[in-house]
């Protein structure tokens, strides 16, 4: 790869300060761990695993300038500094109004959906995400999915892959009436859609439909400053713009955010709701006293709020946001030449390996990505997690399976913790194991629990 | 009641290994700040208040142990080593098998009630705090509180004035069998004034509780507290360490639910643990969706460290005689210069009875939100309300509760402290009521804005 000396530029930019030793194990005490794991990469123990790249959630390395504002948390249980200055950064950089701070991503969306979604309603989104789906079912709403067809295709290379179907959302919104809508949930990138992002055109159009019918926007931000990076670097007009400038846009479309600091601010805990409109803030401040915390803490420590708001500067620069991408690109173009099939274009936080071509000899019920994770895991203790049948749960109506269209693994990279070095071993390892791929079997579950299987679900080898 | 205290002076049991600079503000700068905050000392910078007696939670100091458990926690998401050692630490203490880590304490009140609270039910407890008594109503079920009459009467000293009554929980249980998901007991008793519940006391609710085959839990955020008060006061229990008077206490209980930031002396974070499995599978699918993975629960795997750490710091005996010192000191120190407290004080606070102290100001003039305001203009100390305001009508005393920090102000700040009340017992007699002009639907205390009446 040393002719393509132009690839490297993205080299971090930053040095390494503190180490954590990570172990190296046989292939038998890996045996081991996975049966104990009932095959299931979410109940492995991490000491058991050699690369974590279950997820990118929580698991960064934060900076010098982090760890400082560690130390200056101001653990008073009302008012605390960190607070104040968190809202600052939410505001200068995000643009909304005023910030609820919530113990993480999924606290913001109970909140979001327990103050706005009634019995019956429907909340358009550009592709489930887990969490979120739940909480608007847990709300009485009906999630419908209105992201681009070719969100499905998993070979189909578009730049926007996330965006939102306009005629889906219009055909909606006619069908069941703006007043069962109470707002559209955009997802900026689409974690489950391959981290593709939405362009600024097609967020601009969701927010010109849905002010004519007086419906909300409301953002999952969680990767958005990932989503500005795509919008420089492929939307016209964008070019010159900065990434601060792009996020601050982007958000201004909306009327708020549901945020998980525990993706692009690099935290390891934390989230938020930020709002503009002051009665829902008011609601919503009722609340959050009852489920997280008091609003200006909820369920934070100061220390994890200092933590987030020194995040937002860092996350938004293009070096950073570059290196971060960088690295994933660096990834899925080597397994691109290896012939290894996985979602076009390379997402922004993942490589999502395309099961369904990986293990073409396997059903979908016979859980081609969960097998694959756990042979994965198996050839060289690198965890994944599997975005596919088993994640996508049951019908609340008629009991059966989702079938989703994309059975996939997640290579998810934690930010600023693994070098190149390891990134070359995980090729390695999806190689090895693309070459052995016939003779890999597949999975039944054992044990299913009534909400998120995929977290704790336990499977066996089929014969 | 045998005094625990042979010396005056209170000797902390560590020295100091970080500090953070004390705000110090003028009086005028106060009391603009007062009023642009309504009058509600929630809603006031702490970046403005010199001493924050508002709570003991979460405001902890942590020891240097904690902060270098918390440099090796292990964030991954999923099976991390930090969780393996929370939970060997608090399986160890609580003699229960099952642990389920939550960002605080209220997320696992919301998770017990949550699975087994439904519309119409009654919950018993000695008294329940306010987050619990929300988590309760907003179920649709009633909250009731049966402490003993004594823990009701601010000037008597029981020494277990957190006990509940028993022959009332008998017919309660009785009375509303089958209507009871769960009975509690909160040790210490905080809305009592942070007053000891006796193992005594503990046994007969457990037996009764048994007996009508309801579960019992134990909200257990000031467990260390309540042991070293067993230790002190309880007929037999001198010769035990605290540990084991705090293993019995959970030993005799189905589970607990637990705010770390108190007896955990941390920032964040809580769990609950429960003695059988049947909750088991309910709980952790609730926790996914609303705290987090069962391994890490909504925390930072620092957290889970901190907290592993905390649970055996607290049991140190200097550290509980110390902790105990403090409050035992500011309640002669404010009795002394005639300002009348809840007797005896408490494990982590001391309760001025507003009330008696001002007279003049009718209870729906809030007397504990007066006294709370002139602490702040005139000293820059925040307290907190624990009447009228907190509780509206179901208030049976106006209080207002100065809760220590654990290991963080020294004595010289607390002589300082009682300085400063000698003037406030002085201009007793010139403080005006106040009416609240914002009321928000539930937990009204934390956001209401208030208005003094002239």
Redesign the interface.
Known sequence: MTSKREKRSWAEPFKIKMV?LIKTTTREERERALSE?GYN?????????YI?L??D???NAMSDNQWAGM?L?????????NF?NLERGVQKYYGYKYLIPT??G??AE?ILSRILIKPGDFIPGNMYFT?TR??QE?AGGTFVDVIIDEAHDSEKVLPFKGNIDIGKLETLIAKVGAKKIPYVCVAATVNMAGGQPISMENIREVRRICSKHGIKVMLDATRAIENAYFIKTREKGYEDKTIAEILHELCSYTDGCTMSGKKDLMV??GGFLALNDWDLF?EA??MV???????T?G??????MEAMARGIPEAVQFDHIRARIGQVEYVGEHLSMLGVPFVKPIGGHAIFLDAKRFLPHLRQTQLPAQSLAAWLYLEAGIRSMERGIVSAGRDKETGDHHYPKLELVRLTFPRRVYTQAHCDVTIEAVESLFNDRNNLRGLEMTYE????RF??ARFKPLE | MNNPQPHRTIIEPFKIK?V?PLPMLSQSERERILKEAGHN?????????TF?F??D????AMSAAQWGAMMIA????????SF?RFEKVVKGLTGYPHVIPT??G??AE?LLFGALVKPGMKVPSNNHFD?TR??IE?LGAEAVDLVIAEGRDPANRHPFKGNIDLKRLEEFCSGFRGRIPLGMLTITNNTGGGQPVSLENLRGAAAIYRKYGIPFILDVCRFAENSYFIKLRETGQNQRNVREIAQETFSLADGCMMSAKKDGLS??GGFIALKADSWL?TL???L???????T?G??????LEAIAVGLEEVLDERYLSYRIAVSQYMGQGLNKIGIPTVQPPGGHAVYIDAKALLPQIPTERFPGQALVCEMYRSEGI?ACEVGSVMFGKNSAMELVRLAFPRRVYTQSHFDYVLEGFEGIARRKNELKGFKMVFE????RH??ARFEQVL
Do not use: C, W
């Open positions: 954590e794991a990469t979410f109940l492995l123990k991490s000491e058991d695993v974590d279950l997820t959630s929580g698991t130390m948390g101001d653990e008073a249980y009302a008012g605390s500094v104040y113990h993480q999924r606290g109970h969490t739940a909480h847990l390891n805990i008011e401040r009722n006293v009852l489920y997280e915390g008091l609003h803490y369920g934070l420590a100061g220390r994890d629990p009534k909400y998120l977290f704790q | 970080m953070e000392l929630f809603l006031v910078a702490a970046k403005h208040v924050d508002l709570t939670s979460g405001t902890s292990d964030e991954s998401y999923a099976g991390s080593q393996e960002h605080q209220r997320a919301r987050t929300a988590n907003q920032n964040i599978h952790r699918s609730a996914i969706l609303t705290e987090g993975f069962p890490y909504g925390l930072a795997a620092r957290d925040r928000p639907p539930f937990l934390f956001t």
